[in-house]
């Protein structure tokens, strides 16, 4: 089945260090993906996207994420995390389907940062 | 100028009450989306409307009606609440249909039955 798979429930990270979140899906054709945060109380906010191209994407906040099709993975880093990024992290990917498209969530990631 | 705007931010209510859930977007975008997440934080599809014609319905208890006055708007009503009702509802718009468009999120309506 076409999906998409986040494997850690939560990470913790000091301020400063370096982040790496891991999504995997499962789908047979090229994917669009994309990751998104949400931050306590609020709804997601877009951080970047990918459908085809430069495989390391850039995005907002300092994000940036590398598509790797023999992994079939999109995982999102970023080099230095502030106490700022501390919040639930979604990847998705979007499938096609009779009607047209929808977008998949996983099961999302909660980034703990410590001082 | 909030982008996509929900009311109310929390909605307690009492089981078999019918309540409705508010949206509106003001990005000019074409297809709008209604999103459920659990306590788990599971994000689930519920309904996605394109100029105003409904394009996905999950599998969703007829008890939830959707409706789109108009391309800006998309209102959730939901009757005869159950205790599984009680989740965070996101309403999403996206410029187009089409795969590569991203979506923006309200800030939720925390629905509580009790």
């Known amino acids: 089945a076409q999906s998409v798979t986040q494997p850690d429930i939560h990470i913790t990270v000091s301020e400063g260090a370096s982040l790496e979140l891991r999504c995997n899906y499962s789908y047979g054709a090229t994917p669009y993906l994309f990751w998104y945060v949400q931050s306590p109380g609020q709804g997601l906010q877009l951080l970047l996207k990918?459908?085809?191209?430069?495989?390391l994407v850039q995005g907002i906040k300092g994000f940036e994420a590398e598509f790797k099709r023999s992994q079939s993975s999109f995982n999102l880093r970023k080099p230095s995390v502030h106490w700022s990024d501390a919040a639930e992290y979604f990847c998705a990917v979007v499938l096609l389907y009779t009607g047209g498209f929808k977008t998949i969530f996983g099961a999302g990631t909660r980034l703990f940062v410590k001082a | 100028d909030t982008a996509v705007s929900q009311t109310p931010k929390y909605l307690v209510t009492q089981m078999g009450n019918d309540k409705s859930i508010k949206c509106e977007q003001n990005l000019g975008h074409d297809t709008m989306y209604w999103y459920k997440q659990d306590s788990k934080k599971f994000l689930k599809i519920m309904f996605s409307y394109n100029n105003k014609e409904l394009i996905i319905n999950e599998t969703v208890p007829n008890r939830f009606s959707p409706k789109s006055p108009d391309k800006a708007h998309l209102n959730l009503h939901i009757n005869s609440l159950e205790l599984g009702d009680s989740a965070v509802y996101f309403c999403a718009s996206s410029q187009s249909l089409g795969q590569n468009y991203g979506y923006t999120f309200g800030s939720g309506t925390r629905l509580t039955v009790v």
């Open positions: 990918y459908f085809s191209g430069d495989t």
